[in-house]
């Protein structure tokens, strides 16, 4: 199949043949990275905007990289420090940034559904980075890249994902995405912050944690989101980290081959024992390398690519 989408929004609407396609193209950007020359013209002429309402590590800096790495121009809006601060809207900025001849928009913002206000009247290319606690698409599309080159296939896959599932982005663009290609999914947590409402979206719940990561092929750990909630979800982190938290005595019961994941920012501590962030199964920064070949074919595909073919010719 080719791809025929203008923007990237969220995993909820694209299919799993979208899915694969993104994730083959990102095999092909992946050996583009291994090449002595690391940049590919593909992008060249284009300029991509990165606009970054909330913080962020991990997902900026990739797609700066990813767009540098296809030869765009690139630009890291400063919110702080631009005309946000004198009360211009979300829509007037990107319309003037559009003025000058953007070409694709790269947006996070804490309002679920940011991305999508703005494809609306956008004539470029609009990539969500994150909106609120609705979707984080190239996360999970990393995450499901890096699954998949571990583990060589995601349907029939036992995917956990532990911790605060209400307030995370993460979870559900994961979710869509590993049912979407036909992975089991489990999900648990405090009962407060996982929510049953969740297996409408054909995952299981569960509250109890040995159960949880007792078949699990995959742990997938998130970290409590204290900027999103409005109220106090849990008596203490002491109680969460004693109660959820992956320690020595939970790993010793998971499968011996389970790989330990993580999209960042880790609360060393809190969710997981700092020790077995780093620990030989996990692969939280093989996760942040991945992420770096899934937005560069994120890129290239919003902005007219068709797939893996025209990079590896
Ligand atoms: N995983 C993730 O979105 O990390 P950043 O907030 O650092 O981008």
Redesign the pocket.
Known sequence: MNWNRRHLLDIESLSADEIRLILETAKAFKEVSTRPIKKVPVLRGKTVINLFIE??????TSFELAAIRLSADVINFNAEASSFRKGETLRDTVRNLEALNADIFII?HSAAGAPHFIARFLKGSVVN??DGAHE?PT?ALLDVFTMLEKKGRIEGLNVTILGDILYSR?ARSNIWALTKLGANVTLCGPSTLVPKEFEKMGCRVTYNIDEAIANADVINLLRIQHERQRKTMFPSINEYSSLFGLNYERLAKTKPDALIMH???INRGVEIVSEIADCERSVILEQVTNGLAVRMAVLFLVSGGKGPREILQ
Not at 55 to 60: A, E, G, N, V
């Open positions: 913080p962020s590590t991990r997902t900026r996070r980075a994150g984080h996360q993460v999209p960042g920012p």
